[in-house]
Structure formats: C-alpha cells, structure tokens
C-alpha cells in the first residue's frame, strides 16, 4: 500500500509539473524572453550557471525521424527547478517564464550543447530531478518532449525505471559522468520518436 501510494504521489507529481511547464511555456518565436530564434545558436547556458555547484554539460544529436540524418535549424528548449527543487517563475512584458531555462538551435549536424546544473529534488512531493524539454522544428508547432532525469537521482527508484523502461524513452535517463569539474551526459533525440512519446 505505501509502495502503491508513493506512484501515486509521484504520477501526480509529475502531470502536476507539465501543467506548470505548459503554463510558463515561452512563444513559439521566443521572443518575449529577449531573443528570437535567428538570434539562437548550438550551445547556450542556463542563468546562474556559474554560480552553481554542480555543473553539467548536455550534449547531443538531434536526428529526424529515421533516427540517421541530422536534423538541423531544431530549437531545443529546457527548463528547469533551481538547486532546491523550486521553479523560480518570473514576468517578462507580462509573461510568465521559468528564469532557469535555455534554448538552442542546431547547427546542420543536428548538434547542440547545452551547460546547465544539477536540479533539486523537492522531497515533499517526491518530486524527481528534471530538465523539462520541449522542441520546435522548423515550419512546425512547439512540443514538449519526455523530461530529462537522472540516473544518481536517490528517488529514481527501481519501480519508476521499470515503468519508464515500459511506456517511455529509456534514453532520457542521463547517465553524468565526470569530467574535470562538470558532470558530462550525451542525450540525442529522435524527432518523431520524442513526439510520440512526450509524457
């Protein structure tokens, strides 16, 4: 029984924080943040980044359906919690937005680099360490894709990876490795794959 309320917790934990992710999504342009999409390149940095203990470098291929050819000119957009589990939600012209986010566009090998840092877990909620994905692709709506966790998170237990195993895209458990003074992890991504199995 606490076993089965605990899944509970955490699957609406987890419908709970996409509905918060929706809500303080960004334009399909990204302009309200400052910048629009012509301004994006293939590597970006989250805010505070350099402030932050834990230290980490995502990087990655986007592919296009056939999972072969390189998918470029993709806007790949993240947000997440600060070190604590909390989502520092801001207004910019009267939008809402998570400060802690950034966005890239690929280059014409469909790569990408993303430096961001390690996000808390909230343990009230037994919420997860994420990074909320979503992507653009070209002449196309935004979408979001399946959250990005982590294979050290301590609330990562084996049920949940079993269930992920099952109905998601195992892949997007990042496994960081260290690398001097960041965590390094490799996430490439599937188009057609991802929006098929964004949650």
Known sequence: MKNFKLILSFCV????????????????????????????????????????????????TIYKSDGVTPASDVVL??????????????????????????????????QYTIYTFLPGNDRRYNQLQQLFPRITEPSKETYEIASFLFDDDPLLTKRCRRQIAKKSDPSRILKLQKEGNLLVAKKDIILDFSSCNSK
């Open 77 to 110: 957009y993240i947000e997440q919690a600060n070190e604590f589990g909390d989502f520092d939600v801001r207004k910019d012209n009267g939008e809402k937005y998570v400060y802690h986010n950034a966005s890239i566009k690929t280059d014409e090998n469909g």
């Open 13 to 60: 934990l987890l419908i709970s924080t996409y509905a918060l992710s929706a809500q303080t999504s960004v334009t399909n342009d990204l302009s309200f943040s400052g910048y629009t999409q012509q301004d994006l390149t293939n590597v970006a940095t989250i805010p505070d980044y350099e402030s932050k203990d834990n230290k980490i470098k995502i990087s990655g």
